[in-house]
């Protein structure tokens, strides 16, 4: 398995424009989560899916930022408008469900996003 | 409200010493916790875990501990190797209720291991 797919690695955007991150997750797993990391708040938890559905999304900073799972494939997490306090890694990572064997998340490589 | 806390952002260890690493939690329901190791410019990767029914996990140069009593564990690395030199990140997981698949992270440790 590839592991869990980030698109881009890196984006650097004007202030006021519209990013959308991208994310495959490892086939089979259940659970696909958002998280954002600045030296501020280390890894926070935007966002996370079950199966599809939306479970948690209150740690969705602001109207500005949404995310989409519309098959077991492929995520997005879009902001719009952009901001330079968004600025941050952004890590995708997927899961089994919880049980015999179980290791926790398989992160992504991050996406790297700068707004200027 | 953090519910998971590494209190040391930094920790300095001479290559072929031990690095330990410590990680408090405050939830009770938490009864799997697992650590991740972290490179500059790639996602965090699973090391360890350790279950609530044990109280050492080992697996060559790694042993965490658990101390439940004390909402406690602490990451060992004997002999520390510089290719150790990352961020380390506690996590833990109920793995019943409500929040059953989630893990609940430590803002990380950054380990430097030097010659």
């Known amino acids: 398995d590839a592991g869990v797919i980030q698109s881009p690695r890196h984006e650097v955007t004007e202030m006021g424009q519209e990013v959308t991150l991208r994310c495959k997750p490892i086939?089979?797993?259940?659970?696909l989560f958002w998280y954002r990391q600045t030296m501020m708040r280390g890894l926070e938890l935007l966002i996370y899916?079950?199966?599809?559905?939306?479970?948690?999304d209150s740690g969705m900073p602001e109207d500005r930022f949404s995310a989409k799972m519309p098959n077991a494939s492929f995520s997005t997490l879009k902001i719009q408008p952009s901001e330079p306090r968004d600025s941050a890694v952004y890590f995708c990572?997927?899961?089994?469900?919880?049980?015999?064997?179980?290791?926790?998340?398989?992160f992504g490589s991050g996406t790297r996003l700068t707004v200027v | 409200d953090q519910q998971v806390k590494q209190n040391s952002p930094s920790l300095s260890v001479q290559e072929g010493r031990i690095s330990i690493l410590n990680c408090d939690y405050t939830n009770s329901m938490f009864d799997y916790f697992l650590w991740y190791k972290k490179y500059p410019a790639e996602g965090p990767t699973f090391l360890i875990s350790i279950s609530s029914i044990k109280d050492k996990n080992e697996d060559g140069r790694f042993t965490v501990f658990l101390n439940k009593s004390a909402k406690h564990l602490s990451l060992h690395i004997v002999p520390s190797q510089p290719g150790d030199s990352a961020v380390y990140f506690c996590?833990?997981?109920?793995?019943?209720?409500?929040?059953?698949?989630?893990?609940?992270f430590g803002r990380g440790t950054q380990l430097t291991v030097w010659p």
């Open positions: 996590a833990a997981s109920a793995r019943r209720g409500s929040t059953l698949g989630r893990l609940y």
């Open positions: 086939s089979g797993h259940d659970y």
């Open positions: 990572a997927s899961s089994p469900k919880p049980g015999q064997g179980y290791y926790g998340y398989t």
């Open positions: 899916f079950n199966n599809n559905v939306p479970i948690d």
